[in-house]
């Protein structure tokens, strides 16, 4: 909600000093949301301590929660508000089922099953994996489908820079 706000604000911002014709377009937050998540995942991957890791899962929440409620109002201003619901549920819906299967189900659970010690799931009578190496590599995947967010982002805002001008 915060971010929505916040670009509505940046779209009426005088800019011109900074060499953008008028305000701040939204798919600019959409770059800075992607940006946020490479280092949320960078963070996430290499974390050993406690505030790392902390200072990780805080910024990937934020990274998540300012993308797609941008989206909304994006697909709103570029295809119309007459199908808006139709339209961003193509982006929010086909992009949560294939992130929640591919990532969460296959690669995370993937990962992590590689990494169980076999002597303490002997001990345990169960399945479980202690340290970073349990989801590291999950993050490191994530981080570079962060990556491609932010080319995208770039070309978006390219994209649609006559729009917001």
Known sequence: VATGALSDWALTCNTSRCCIDRGVPRPFFLL???VTAVLAHTILAISTEQVPFVMGIALSGLAFG???PLM????GEIYGTAHVAANYMF????????GTFFLS???????YDSHIDSLSSE????ATCYGQQCFQLTHIV????SLTAVAT?????????????
């Not at 909304?72 to 697909?75: E, K, M, Q, R």
């Not at 001990?123 to 169960?126: A, E, V």
């Not at 994530?142 to 489908?145: D, G, K, Q, R």
């Open 66 to 68: 300012s993308a797609w």
């Open 91 to 98: 982006y929010d819906g086909f992009a949560s089922a294939a």
């Open 72 to 75: 909304v109002l994006i697909v």
């Open 123 to 126: 001990m345990n009578d169960g």
């Open 142 to 145: 994530i981080t570079f489908l």
């Open 32 to 34: 800075v949301g992607s």
């Open 153 to 165: 982002s770039l070309l978006f805002q390219y994209a649609t820079r006559e729009r917001y001008n």
């Open 105 to 111: 189900k296959l690669l995370a659970q993937e990962v």
